[in-house]
């Protein structure tokens, strides 16, 4: 994905553009995942990581954002709590996040994949280990 590259989203130019750098979109997927619940975090994939450690900011922990010419692609990188139905909080992060940002910014996504990298098991509390 360029880094420079905007989506024009005004289809009347009269008082000016309207443009979305990708980031945006990724911050937005990001949070509107978050909000599901069975999501225990997001994680970014390999690629990710190394960039980010080689300084380069990442916005979207856990999304990748690529516009290509029919449409946008999402990817979106989670950990989930364990004992959920996987495909049940994978299809509501399609839903929340096809959702958020058809309200938000008006653009037609054409995929969302969810990859599920994780599953987080709860530790038990320290006050239940002291009472056995």
Same mark, same amino acid.
């Given at each position: 994905?360029? +880094? /420079?590259?905007?989506?024009?989203?005004?289809?009347?130019?009269? $008082?000016?553009?309207? +443009?979305?750098?990708?980031? !945006?979109?990724?911050?937005?997927?990001?949070?509107?995942?978050?909000?599901?619940?069975? %999501?225990? /975090?997001?994680?970014?994939?390999?690629?990710?990581?190394?960039?980010?450690? $080689?300084?380069? =900011?990442?916005?979207?922990?856990? !999304? =990748?954002?690529? $516009?290509? +010419?029919?449409?946008?692609?999402? +990817?979106?990188?989670?950990?989930?709590?364990?004992?959920?139905?996987?495909?049940?909080?994978?299809?509501?992060?399609?839903?929340?996040?096809?959702?958020?940002?058809? /309200?938000?910014?008006?653009?037609?996504? %054409?995929?969302?994949? %969810?990859?599920? !990298?994780?599953?987080?098991?709860?530790? =038990?509390?320290?006050?239940?280990?002291?009472?056995?």
């Amino acid at each position: 994905m360029d +880094e /420079n590259q905007l989506l024009n989203v005004s289809d009347d130019d009269s $008082l000016g553009r309207v +443009e979305i750098a990708p980031e !945006v979109i990724e911050v937005i997927a990001g949070i509107a995942a978050n909000e599901v619940s069975g %999501v225990a /975090n997001m994680r970014g994939n390999i690629a990710s990581n190394v960039t980010e450690r $080689l300084g380069k =900011k990442k916005h979207g922990k856990g !999304v =990748k954002v690529e $516009l290509k +010419e029919d449409g946008i692609e999402i +990817e979106i990188y989670t950990v989930l709590d364990y004992g959920v139905s996987i495909p049940k909080v994978a299809e509501k992060i399609q839903d929340s996040i096809r959702t958020t940002l058809k /309200n938000m910014t008006a653009l037609e996504i %054409v995929e969302i994949n %969810v990859h599920v !990298v994780g599953v987080q098991i709860e530790e =038990k509390s320290q006050e239940s280990k002291s009472d056995k």
